[in-house]
């Protein structure tokens, strides 16, 4: 249906390895935003993905968006404590649903320094 | 850099119990939602809000739930007998027009039912 899925659910890496989070969709996705949440706070929007195999980057940070819309991943370069929080994707819904956003499970990330 | 605001922070409340959330969207936005998540869990849907009335709401939207934009700035949750299992982080959450434009969240109110 609806569901996007998110893996893996937990990554412990030590401070300077890379990260990667994958979401997946069994149906072709509109566009996918992804959000941070650090730990005790709420979502923050990240970055949003429209075309097919579209790639962004922010900084250390790149996502890309699968050629079929049904998958997406963030890539992590060079961790940093800093990073630590869980990492949603989320679908968005258009017409009647108004933007609804349908999250992953999300992707808990902890940095040992 | 504007904001969404909600109000208070954490609520502890009896079971039975009706509760109000408060929310101050960012003024220019028109959408309006509220999500909940459960401690550890992914955040989930419960109702969007636009042009004064619900535009769709999840399964767990039941009759105990109801939304509110009382004047121009208020966006409010109220559930109106509370379970042990509405224990969970509320999220208000406003968007301004545009097909895909991105959500602004509120820090959150932790609801507690005892």
């Known amino acids: 249906g609806q569901q996007v899925m998110q893996i893996p659910q937990y990554q412990h890496v030590q401070e300077g390895e890379d990260f990667t989070t994958y979401c997946n969709s069994s149906t072709t996705l509109s566009n996918i935003q992804w959000y941070k949440q650090r730990p005790g706070g709420h979502p923050v929007f990240l970055i949003q993905?429209?075309?097919?195999?579209e790639v962004k980057k922010q900084k250390r940070l790149t996502f890309q968006f699968g050629e079929a819309k049904k998958n997406s991943s963030l890539h992590i370069t060079a961790t940093q404590t800093t990073d630590v929080g869980t990492y949603f994707c989320?679908?968005?819904?258009?017409?009647?649903?108004?933007?609804?956003?349908?999250f992953g499970q999300g992707t808990i990330l902890t940095v040992h320094p | 850099e504007p904001e969404v605001t909600q109000t208070p922070s954490h609520q502890v409340t009896q079971m039975g119990q009706e509760v109000i959330l408060r929310c101050v969207p960012i003024s220019n936005h028109l959408y309006f939602y509220w999500y909940r998540q459960i401690l550890g869990q992914k955040v989930e849907f419960l109702v969007s809000?636009?042009?004064?009335?619900?535009?769709?709401k999840s399964e767990i939207f039941d009759d105990q739930f109801s939304v509110e934009r009382p004047d121009g700035s208020n966006f409010t949750l109220k559930i109106r007998s509370t379970k042990l299992e509405d224990s969970a982080m509320y999220f208000c959450?406003?968007?301004?027009?545009?097909?895909?434009?991105?959500?602004?969240f509120g820090q959150g109110t932790r609801l507690t039912v005892v």
């Open positions: 989320a679908r968005t819904a258009g017409g009647t649903s108004y933007g609804k956003l349908t």
């Open positions: 809000f636009y042009n004064n009335e619900i535009s769709e």
């Open positions: 959450a406003s968007r301004r027009t545009g097909l895909w434009t991105e959500a602004f």
């Open positions: 993905l429209v075309k097919s195999g």
